[in-house]
């Protein structure tokens, strides 16, 4: 069965540091992967996904994640971290079953950003 | 880009009564669309799937007698809690993608449900 391990449930990093939030998938077949950010109180917007093409995958506001196979990762990361960026960063797997697929989300991790 | 709409944000309503949340996809037919339930600091749960002009599909340890989901239209699916009571207080989100195959899925901005 696919799933997602993220390891951390708090990250934090000064203004501008490198931003890694590390994420590990577990499934049978070639998975589709996604990270998305929550703000507080908020839904969920996708940063980026994984779908099969280039390994590495730009997202928005600068993120991106490298698939690598060898790893079963999908760590997200950005090089310069603004105050911004601080909010809850789920990774998500998309489940096939039957005519339609759902989406399976890790347990999250928060990021903080220190000024 | 896509939008999904939901609605109301924020509900307070005493033990016992029933309350309707209603997902729209406002530019796109979704035919199936997803119900989640967030609690505090906690990833979300996956609900229901909600599939237009049939029945849901609810995840294990779901009561679908509690919580009842109607699609009754491609733009369309609503959620009730049913004789709600403190433990139904949650953030609810839904979800619809434009094609149930195939992701990403969009999200409505959630529903804060207070039971007191």
């Known amino acids: 069965a696919q799933s997602v391990t993220q390891l951390g449930s708090h990250v934090s990093v000064s203004e501008g540091a490198l931003v890694l939030l590390r994420c590990n998938y577990s499934?049978?077949?070639?998975?589709?992967l996604f990270w998305y950010v929550q703000y507080p109180n908020q839904g969920l917007q996708l940063l980026l996904k994984y779908t099969s093409a280039a390994t590495l995958v730009k997202g928005i506001n600068g993120f991106e994640a490298e698939f690598k196979k060898s790893e079963t990762s999908f760590h997200l990361t950005k090089p310069s971290a603004h105050m911004s960026d601080a909010a809850e960063y789920f990774c998500a797997v998309s489940v096939m079953y039957s005519s339609a697929s759902k989406i399976i989300f890790g347990s999250g991790t928060r990021l903080s950003i220190r000024p | 880009g896509a939008v999904v709409s939901q609605h109301p944000s924020r509900v307070i309503c005493k033990s016992g009564t029933s309350v309707k949340i209603e997902c729209r996809s406002l530019?796109?037919?979704?035919?199936?669309m997803f119900w989640y339930r967030q609690f505090p600091k906690k990833s979300l749960m996956l609900m229901a799937t909600?599939?237009?002009?049939?029945?849901?599909?609810?995840e294990q340890g779901v009561e679908k007698d509690k919580f009842l989901i109607n699609h009754a239209s491609l733009t369309l699916s609503t959620l009730t809690v049913t004789s709600a009571h403190p433990e139904d207080s949650s953030f609810y989100i839904c979800?619809?993608?434009?094609?149930?195959?195939?992701?990403?899925?969009?999200f409505g901005d959630g529903t804060r449900l207070s039971i007191l």
């Open positions: 979800s619809a993608s434009r094609d149930p195959r195939y992701q990403p899925q969009h």
């Open positions: 909600s599939n237009e002009g049939s029945k849901a599909t609810y």
């Open positions: 530019d796109f037919q979704a035919t199936t």
């Open positions: 499934s049978s077949v070639p998975p589709y």
